[in-house]
């Protein structure tokens, strides 16, 4: 159970939540895939790559050399592609695609950390062109992403102007937290993987939800407490008169974020050549 409702005289507070695996049942960019192929953005090769990558991530996730490759290979992949394009496409199929992945276990873990008075940020290696919209359905008060950079054409240019990964998470945390007045001894973190062992470190309250291998045994070394959320859940069976929630997302870092079919390549070529060696 959640500590009790915040006294306004005393420092603020929030709960970081990784997004893939964490709030929500798949890869976040992965699951926009067959949406950007019928979009002209990628071609069916890379749809069906996707799926497979889809599989691998859901059974095991990427370990850091993986996350590098995706890093590169989405950089080179979304060159060139219209980001209003893409935010079209994310909003047009946002509610279809992403409604009916949420985990039921973390979607009453935001609702109670906003009873409590606390601030609720996303902070995810994806983008914010599939983040922010995510973190907007979900009442979220904040999102941390991937950022990449715009040329003047409204194109991505393939340049990663930052990126959300590892200690950078922990970084943005730390620069919330002095922005926002945030006690980080006070505030909960939760993550599926141990690639966000920084970020989990920074708070005073960390969780492994659905931990890889690796968190599972940092966290029974540290004694985190482990959850396991499994039950997906529609929000319009949460709130029978759900549209959108109330609470606008507010971008702490813009990104990207689209490129799905990115991991996928990345995670079959790695596959492939371990396979063959």
């Not at 920074?202 to 690796?214: E, S, T």
């Amino acid at each position: 159970m959640l500590k009790g409702v915040e006294n306004h005289l005393s420092p603020r507070t929030a709960a970081f939540f990784d997004l893939d695996k964490t709030v929500i049942a798949k890869s976040s960019t992965l699951t926009f895939s067959k949406s950007f192929y019928q979009g002209g953005l990628i071609n069916r090769r890379a749809v069906l790559r996707t799926a497979y990558s889809q599989f691998v991530f859901l059974a095991g996730g990427a370990d850091h050399d993986q996350m590098e490759r995706m890093r590169k290979y989405l950089s080179a992949l979304c060159r060139g592609w219209n980001v209003e394009q893409v935010k079209e496409i994310v909003a047009e199929t946002l509610h279809d695609l992403i409604d009916p992945i949420i985990y039921d276990e973390a979607a009453t873990l935001i609702e109670e950390h906003h009873t409590a008075g606390r601030d609720v940020v996303i902070v995810s290696t994806s983008g914010a062109e599939v983040v922010e919209p995510i973190g907007e359905l979900l009442g979220a008060d904040r999102v941390v992403a991937t950022r990449m950079v715009v040329g003047d054409d409204g194109c991505f240019t393939g340049e990663v102007e930052y990126y959300a990964y590892g200690p950078t998470k922990a970084e943005a945390v730390r620069e919330l937290a002095a922005s926002e007045g945030y006690d980080l001894s006070r505030c909960y973190a939760y993550s599926d993987s141990v690639t966000d062992t920084p970020m989990l470190e920074a708070v005073g309250h960390p969780h492994a939800v659905n931990p890889d291998r690796a968190l599972r045994r940092e966290a029974l070394a540290r004694e985190w407490p482990i959850l396991d959320f499994h039950r997906p859940v529609r929000l319009k069976q949460r709130f029978p008169a759900f549209s959108v929630p109330p609470r606008p997302a507010l971008v702490a870092a813009a990104a990207i974020g689209a490129a799905a079919a990115t991991a996928g390549l990345v995670w079959y070529a790695s596959r492939r050549r371990s396979t063959v060696a």
